[in-house]
């Protein structure tokens, strides 16, 4: 099953975007490797930087376009 089905089926309840630079399986994926995967290795740490995420209501209702949105850091509401 995909990714996307799952999303759909609200089986993953969040799903967020990670810069490329600090993505280990880029440099497993990608013909121009980055540091984040060597970083890992050396030090066996993770340091993930997010660039948006997907916000849905809580509830559960027939997904659409219209019940999901994308945020970034910048377009964050404030509390």
Do not use: H
């Amino acid at each position: 099953m995909c990714l996307r089905q799952s999303y759909e089926r609200q089986e993953i309840t969040e799903v967020r975007w990670i810069n490329g630079n600090s993505n280990p399986a880029d440099a497993m994926t990608k013909s121009k490797p980055c540091r984040a995967l060597q970083e890992l290795i050396d030090t066996n740490k993770l340091r993930i930087d997010v660039d948006g995420w997907v916000e849905r209501p809580p509830t559960k209702r027939t997904p659409s376009s219209k019940s999901v949105r994308f945020t970034t850091p910048d377009t964050t509401p404030a509390l």
